[in-house]
T-cell receptor, first 114, second 117 residues
């Protein structure tokens, strides 16, 4: 079974803090993704990575950055957290860049920015 | 433009009722893939099914069935004899082959299903 883990289930931070969300997958997948989920909006793609040190912007990259130094690990960084970044963050991975590939998700991190 | 529309925001049924979750998609690609995911209260999205655009055959898996109709751009999901454990948010998603060298998906807004005992 594919296993995608995220470093925290719940996180509370203050405005202006730097926040790191970590994601690890154990199936040697090429692609990794970060989404945020908000009520009524579904999942929106923030960034994805198709290889080590490679990254592509998704639909809502503003205020975020990412890092992929190792194939199994994909980090989402909020350089200066703001209250409008309070959300559920979901990490996913897929075997390859083919559009047919299923994405497998981690349990999510609920981030509250005060 | 919204690529995937799940018009039903919330549905509430009583246990053992059948329920259908609607999904309408929009694409100009001839090759694409449709997915359904379940998100229980624990938060993790669980993959349910993937269907490619060339296979319109309906699929049944236990109490779950999916009806794919290209003519109406719909990929609806039916749960027969619903159970309390089916309570979750369900997402429909689209992946288009024409988007190049990636497989980012477009998700609908989700439908929250509540099954009451």
């Amino acid at each position: 079974d594919v296993k995608v883990t995220q470093s925290s289930r719940y996180l509370v931070k203050r405005t202006g803090e730097k926040v790191f969300l970590e994601c690890v997958q154990d199936m040697d997948h090429e692609n990794m993704f970060w989404y945020r989920q908000d009520p009524g909006l579904g999942l929106r793609l923030i960034y994805f990575s198709y290889d080590v040190k490679m990254k592509e912007k998704g639909d809502i990259p503003e205020g975020y950055s990412v890092s992929r130094e190792k194939k199994e690990r994909f980090s989402l960084i909020l350089e200066s957290a703001s209250t409008n970044q309070t959300s559920m963050y979901l990490c996913a991975s897929s075997l390859s860049v083919n559009s047919q590939e299923t994405q497998y998700f981690g349990p999510g991190t609920r981030l509250l920015v005060l | 433009a919204q690529k995937v529309t799940q018009a039903q925001t919330e549905i509430s049924v009583v246990e053992k009722e059948d329920v259908t979750l609607d999904c309408v998609y929009e694409t100009r690609d001839t090759t694409y893939y449709l997915f359904w995911y379940k998100q229980p209260p624990s938060g993790e999205l669980v993959f349910l099914i993937r269907r490619n655009s060339f296979d319109e055959q309906n699929e049944i898996s236990g109490r779950y069935s999916w009806n794919f109709q290209k003519s109406t751009s719909s990929f609806n999901f039916t749960i027969t004899a619903s159970q309390v454990v089916d309570s979750a948010v369900y997402f429909c998603a689209l992946s288009e082959a024409g988007r190049g060298n990636n497989n980012d998906m477009r998700f609908g807004a989700g439908t929250r299903l509540t099954v009451k005992p």
